[in-house]
């Protein structure tokens, strides 16, 4: 297949598809001709369907009737995987018009008559053109205040992390780790990269835990510890105010849960806890025990490993820790503990 052409940024990508050589051939002197606009040509509806997959458009100039595969089958695959191209039918004659419900149905922008004349589907070429403007701006102003939002959310993270020098890496060791063993599981890439920026995250909540509890050299008392507990609703509540953040917040807020149901701060059990949550959960207990603490030493991988699996059941889900097992042996012990147990001694 031809690689496809990719529009420079200032210019329209227009591809158009008709199994008339001529037709195609017509659009595309006629609009290069008007400047603004990179035009791509092509006669076949399935390879059409294809390159939309794997460039960019912006426009889809398409014949509604065409022998292989009509338009509106054309315009079903692409809907599938693309929602914001642009789309005009260029139709034979005015009995072959496709009919309103499926214009609607396809989201499609309109149709054009066949005919010498070419000024009216320039108009509803340049009427798209002001609409993926408008939408390419608020994308812009979107992006900007994402970025703007997350340099914030980061920051508090940091703060957490640099209040707390214990504890400093932990995130993006809980991170890399828990998206790891979901890796192993077998999960999909999207829930992969869920579950590693839900690490990155978990613990953002603990901002808000005074430095007396969270820095206390030595063992809370049970009211200390019922203020740490809030962290994980803490952190679901900083993280709400962003939508793009909808899809971490159950397991930043079950991160300390237990199958048993002991855990906190719902109390859920076995089934009723996410499992991007029971692996986070994994990761973070394996993590926070092999690392050193003023009070004790870190635990190492052998004693860490035994407390994992004596809490199959009770602390933790059965099928993470097994993840868990997996990677261990997928990658080699000597190669899981440099990625996931060397911290420990780089700490003074
Ligand atoms: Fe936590």
Redesign the pocket.
Known sequence: MRKNKIATPDKISLLTVDDDQNITFTIKSYFERSGGYAVDIENNPENAIERIRNGHYDILLLDYLMPSMCGDKVVEEIRKFNSEIFIIFLTGHKDMVPPVQTIRQLDIQGYFEKGPRFDELELLVESCVKSIKQLKMIRKYQDEVMNAYMQTIETLRNVVETRDHETRGHSERVSVLAASIAQEMGLSPQEVERIKIAGLF??I??IGVPDAILLKDGPLSQNEYEEIKR??AEGEKILSTCSSFDDILPIIRH??ERVDGRGYPDGLTGDKICLGAKITAVA?AFDAMVSNRTYRKGLGFDIAMERVVQGINSQFDAQAVAGLHKLIESIGREEFERKFCSHVNTLE
């Open positions: 978990h613990d909540g603990k962290h994980p991160h300390h973070d």
